[in-house]
């Protein structure tokens, strides 16, 4: 752990703070936490760019990420839903047409005519995603006051754990050059840059196992 990370941690431990898988009944307060967490995030900014409309699509945003990612038992949530983590287990992180098909309704009323330009970043993101067997951070966000306390670590390693244990890489995209350092922290290296078209670099980053 670097010394950063142990500062950081400092108020998570000083609340007796852990990390859960996350149930059904967590899904509405996770989704209302992530849309405030990721409200100035440069990605859903593009995608969002009404300010306006930006606030009341994301809790509905987030609900359908639940949705998808949910059924595979591997979101994560502190105890008090300080901080959150939407991850997807390997081969599980394709965006099938199929799935866009069966949600169309919710997926159209998110982005409406903007809809064939966010299927074209996402797939602009999945032809550079690695196809090596991996546990992929789609999402982890925090309350904004309680960011740099250190829930977000809990939260994170809770998963880890698991890909450590299962000896599995994790990789995950950046879409803020400044959270780089604190991803380098868990173990995770940048690998590439994917620049979106009119909108933000997003950055590859890679965390091998450390038990292989």
Not at 51 to 59: I, M, V
Request: net charge positive; glycine share 8%; proline share 6%.
């Amino acid at each position: 752990m670097s010394a950063i990370e142990s500062a950081q941690t400092e108020s998570a431990r000083n609340s007796n703070t852990v990390a859960r898988r996350a149930t059904a009944s967590d899904a509405e307060p996770m989704a209302q936490m992530l849309a405030r967490a990721f409200h100035d995030d440069p990605l859903v900014m593009h995608f969002f760019s009404d300010e306006s409309a930006r606030a009341a699509k994301l809790p509905k945003f987030f609900r359908l990420l639940l949705k998808l990612g949910m059924p595979f038992g591997a979101c994560d949530v502190t105890s008090g839903c300080e901080a959150a983590t939407v991850w997807l287990p390997p081969g599980k992180w394709h965006i099938s047409f199929w799935k866009y098909i069966a949600n169309g309704p919710a997926f159209l009323g998110l982005f409406g005519a903007d809809a064939l330009r966010v299927m074209s970043v996402v797939d602009q993101m999945e032809k550079v995603h690695p196809r090596e067997r991996h546990w992929y951070l789609q999402s982890i966000g925090t309350e904004p006051d309680k960011q740099g306390k250190g829930f977000g670590g809990v939260v994170m390693r809770h998963q880890l754990a698991v890909a450590d244990e299962q000896r599995l890489p994790a990789y995950l995209e950046s879409s803020k050059e400044k959270n780089i350092p604190i991803y380098a922290s868990f173990g995770f290296e940048v690998t590439g840059e994917i620049r979106i078209k009119n909108g933000p670099v997003m950055y590859s980053m890679w965390r091998k196992s450390p038990l292989v």
